[in-house]
């Protein structure tokens, strides 16, 4: 029986189906299971966090590799289904639970070193995945993720683009982006309508693209990146006042707001008629710092 018949003869004897609702797509092959933990540098030291177990494709590869696995499952069936099998390697800890939920600093004590991650990520939860990954990227060493085809650009694609943007510049703060592999539609169960691609995110801190920036306030940075991007076709002068950024109350100071966040912009040695797009991570930094230095404590 091929693999894509097997997880269909699975699902259908514990009168199962793919979960529109969670994004399942479930990995039938093996050969490419094998290749992502592969892909993953995984040796035999490392805890790693599985994110969506699934029918265990990607799990009993990666056991193989890792000292240990904590693996997420959200979907009740999929838990139930896995501990009346009751097969998954010994040293593999099912976690019913939510990935979006779980605590990542608690995972890191559990652990007791930064985090590793290896994900089937379900598209429904791709980019509030990439942001959790982002808010705790002090914790996490790297991740092996596979996304969609559209997802992999936007995080991968540099400045000037039409998909750079507000995850592109978060992430490339914290960490660097490869792609590792294309998966056809074949490789699931059910098809996807697209591509997928694994890609590989290191967070150690060798390879955070920072520029000469050794520290900057995270917050305004955040709040900077966000602004800059909410209007795109404006140019930061606008689209950065509009943040009032330099006063309490924009209505009441519009002009001085505006006044200020053009002595910023024009401190970082940018155009203030350029575009939030036109700006790489070490531009947003740079402004994040002349921007904490001028801006009011009060605010």
Do not use: W
Request: a neutral charge.
């Amino acid at each position: 029986m091929s693999e894509y018949k097997q997880t269909r003869a699975i699902l259908k004897d514990f009168n199962l189906a793919p979960q529109k609702r969670f994004g399942q797509n479930f990995l039938v092959n093996k050969q490419t299971a094998e290749a992502i933990v592969r892909a993953g540098n995984i040796t035999d030291q490392d805890f790693v966090l599985e994110v969506g177990v699934g029918l265990g494709a990607l799990t009993r590869p990666l056991a193989e590799a890792a000292r240990h696995v904590l693996g997420f499952e959200i979907d009740n069936g999929i838990v139930r289904l896995l501990e009346k099998q009751g097969n998954l390697p010994a040293n593999v800890t099912l976690i019913h639970q939510d990935i979006l939920t779980a605590d990542f600093q608690e995972l890191y004590d559990r652990c007791d070193s930064d985090l590793i991650i290896i994900a089937n990520l379900p598209y429904s939860i791709s980019n509030p995945f990439i942001f959790k990954l982002i808010d705790n990227a002090h914790l996490l060493n790297r991740a092996t993720i596979m996304v969609q085809k559209e997802v992999a650009d936007r995080l991968m694609s540099g400045s000037g683009t039409k998909e750079y943007g507000i995850p592109t510049v978060l992430l490339g703060s914290c960490a660097t982006v490869e792609k590792l592999m294309t998966l056809k539609p074949a490789e699931f169960h059910p098809q996807p309508k697209i591509d997928s691609v694994v890609i590989g995110i290191d967070f150690s801190k060798t390879s955070r693209r920072t520029g000469d920036f050794a520290d900057y306030d995270k917050q305004i940075f955040r709040r900077l990146v966000r602004v800059a991007f909410s209007q795109r076709r404006k140019t930061l002068l606008n689209t950065l006042s509009s943040g009032g950024f330099f006063v309490n109350d924009l209505s009441h100071d519009k002009a001085g707001n505006k006044k200020q966040t053009r002595h910023a912009i024009e401190s970082a040695a940018i155009d203030p008629s350029t575009r939030a797009e036109c700006l790489d991570v070490s531009d947003f930094i740079c402004l994040a710092n002349i921007f904490k230095s001028l801006m009011d404590p009060s605010l």
